[in-house]
């Protein structure tokens, strides 16, 4: 019999809603039925593609014996993180402060107060590895609950105390300078893996944030080594296996160092920001792999994570039927020798083994091999090579698909709009840019309500009950200027302006600190506040960047003055992590440069307007905002008092409140974006 989450919409709360476990949602009632049974919670917190997440629910939660266990001394609260990113941040800071690490699923035991006082992740049916077993933790923490209850309640005061008393460093005064910024670059040289190219070791992460930093970086200053830090790892990445080499788009992390097994599954938030940097990567290089990679990432977008409503899917699962009634890991994705050959013929299997690296021992599990571009490929066909690809991408799409998790999240759907609106135009694709603003009609029609609020999540039409964390509020509004300056509509513009007099509003403090639920959110043992990028940009940081270019677009100096206020924590950060701020640093880059704003004026169907327009999107100067419309028009401030000269289209470029002459030449235009 179904148990409470059958009636949610989160794709991941529906996995567990046959489960004998009788969960509850995150809900005043789920604590509120704890007090009455003077019962503790137990919190499950994951996600739909989590690989580790279906391993537990199939072990343990839909174990009879263990779910009868859970039933009889817990209240059971399953949380979608993605849903939920200010429960997670704030019970994941609790289990990290506690252990020393954290992950998910995340299991988290609580007082019916939500207090917590016992943490884990992943725990196995039997011990394993110095792990106890669920089961002897769910009977631990139940025999605490009767047996110790003030010692409990003592655990769980001084961890909610600990919480309160961890305070935010915030740069101050002053958004960082070029000493912060050089000290950043050198940290990120430190750190850089000169052999495989990223940071670090592994598990390796695609690093876009800094990436985008670097490429900001190069284009401000001209550092050379910046450029080839990020052209090196963009390259290093496209060949690696955390690349779909038949299908495009990008897997979520690399277990290895040297990018060739990945962990499989693609996240919508992932290959919204790598398209954006390979976009990036070519307007600074002409770079043919830039180029490919950036379109075969935009259309795996549009083709796999595009849903009904016009918005883009969370994510696909690691797992699917391998063709033998076994649901495992990177199923649909690897070949075998002898699978190549069934599908190309002996010759062909042969030339697509070297060109992919699919070897005899093979690179994952069973002999099976991730398909990359290893460097000694040598000169290939690239008939040939475009005819396999075509094969085994149709042999590939008649195996099971991994699942897909249909959530639309508004922040991620943010990042995808200008990831997609900036590559369909700087690469010619008007398709992509009308897939970008599809979505972006679909989060004002479904999201948006009529006081500006965001909903977070959304699924098969219907809008979720969860509201809009500051992440939402700020990839939303980047999303919409990106297309406001793409499209020449300024009705994109006002959208983000909207978004962010609510950041404003709802979510700065004192001294530009910026805080990731609203001031009128529901109430946690702890209002999150986390400044550092992690898997994406940080609430903050995303808001620091749409709320410079909305200052650049309209001249607005509270917008601008909360951009450089929240960029204090980038001064205090910078230099100690950059690689867990990057967008702070690349949003520091577009500060330093101006940002430039840069208007151009003219008729539409006009060759010169469209050739000073062209110029202007593919100018690299870091964080440049573009108004392109009729002169004097009503579309943008920007386009107020800009007439054509001799009657030709015209651009205005002006920085640090002084404007360059007017340019009809793209060549000289180009020249004034390049100084």
């Known amino acids: 019999m179904p148990n409470r989450l059958a009636h949610e919409t989160s794709p991941y709360l529906l996995q567990h809603a046959d489960n004998p476990v009788d969960w509850w949602p995150w809900s005043a009632e789920a604590f509120e039925e704890a007090r009455r049974r003077d019962v503790p919670v137990l919190l499950s917190v994951g996600y739909s593609s989590c690989h580790w997440c279906h391993v537990m629910a199939h072990e343990s939660f839909e174990d009879e014996s263990t779910a009868a266990l859970v039933n009889e001394h817990f209240v059971a609260v399953k949380v979608d993180r993605e849903e939920r990113p200010d429960v997670d941040a ?82 101050g005064a002053g958004a960082p300078d070029e000493s912060e910024l050089a000290q950043a670059l050198l940290g990120l040289t430190r750190d850089y893996d000169t052999a495989s190219g990223g940071f670090g070791g592994a598990p390796k992460f695609p690093p876009s ?40 788009g990008f897997a979520r992390y690399s277990v290895d160092r040297e990018w060739v097994v990945p962990h499989f599954e693609k996240m919508l938030y992932d290959n919204a920001l790598l398209c954006r940097v390979y976009a990036h990567l070519w307007r600074a290089t002409g770079s043919d792999l830039a180029r490919r990679v950036a379109l075969e990432t935009a259309d795996f977008m549009v083709r796999e994570l595009r849903t009904p409503e016009g918005g883009f899917a969370s994510a696909l699962d690691a797992d699917s039927d391998d063709g033998h009634g076994r649901h495992v890991e990177g199923a649909y994705y690897v070949w075998t020798p002898e699978q190549l050959a069934a599908v190309l013929g002996e010759d062909d299997a042969r030339y697509a083994a070297r060109y ?193 270019s909305y200052a650049a677009h309209t001249g607005s100096e509270p917008h601008r003055k909360a951009a450089e206020a929240a960029l204090g924590v980038v001064k205090a950060l910078g230099p100690r992590a950059p690689r867990f701020i990057g967008w702070g640093l690349a949003v520091a880059e577009a500060l330093l440069d101006g940002p430039r704003e840069v208007a151009v004026v003219g008729a539409p169907d006009d060759e010169g307007f469209r050739a000073l327009r062209r110029t202007a999107l593919r100018a690299t100067a ?27 289209a015209t651009a205005y470029v002006c920085r640090h409140f002084v404007c360059d002459a007017p340019k009809t030449d793209p060549e000289l235009l180009a020249r004034a974006l390049g100084d």
């Open 90 to 171: 704030v019970y994941m800071e609790a289990v990290q402060a506690a252990t020393g690490q954290g992950g998910w699923p995340m299991t988290v035991f609580l007082t019916p107060d939500a207090a917590p006082f016992y943490f884990g992740t992943y725990f196995p049916p039997e011990p394993r590895h110095g792990m106890p077993s669920f089961s002897d933790v769910l009977d631990g923490v139940a025999r605490a609950w009767t047996d110790r209850r003030d010692e409990v309640g003592q655990v769980a005061e001084k961890i909610v105390e600990d919480l309160a008393a961890r305070s935010l460093v915030h740069g």
């Open 622 to 648: 870091p964080g440049a905002v573009l108004a392109a419309g009729l002169p004097d028009g009503e579309e943008f401030p920007l386009l107020r008092d800009r007439p054509l000269v001799d009657g030709r």
């Open 209 to 248: 944030m800094v990436l985008e930093f670097l490429l900001r970086h190069h284009a401000r200053t001209g550092a050379e080594g910046a450029l080839q830090m990020a052209a090196d790892t963009c390259e290093a990445m496209a060949r690696g296996g955390i690349y779909d080499q038949l299908g495009g």
């Open 356 to 548: 992919f690296g699919v070897t005899e021992e093979g690179t994952f599990e069973h002999g099976a091999s991730v398909l990359q571009l290893p460097q000694d490929a040598g000169l290939a066909d690239a008939e040939k090579i475009a005819s396999i690809k075509e094969r085994l991408l149709a042999a590939r799409e008649e195996r099971e698909s991994p699942g897909r998790d249909d959530k639309i999240v508004a922040a991620w759907n943010g990042l995808a709009i200008a990831a997609l609106a900036e590559t369909g135009a700087l690469l010619d694709r008007p398709d992509l840019v009308d897939r970008a603003t599809e979505a972006a009609d679909l989060l004002v029609r479904l999201h948006l309500d009529d006081a500006g609020r965001l909903t977070r999540t959304s699924k098969d039409g219907l809008a979720g009950a969860n509201a809009g964390v500051l992440e939402d509020y700020a990839d939303v509004a980047e999303g919409f200027l990106a297309l406001a300056s793409v499209t020449g509509e300024g009705v994109w513009l006002d959208f983000a302006g909207f978004l962010l007099d609510i950041v404003l509003d709802q979510f700065t403090t004192e001294g530009g600190a910026l805080y990731d639920t609203a001031h009128d959110a529901e109430q946690l043992i702890r209002r999150p506040q986390d400044p550092t990028d992690s898997a994406a940009p940080s609430g903050w940081t995303a808001a620091a960047g749409a709320l410079l």
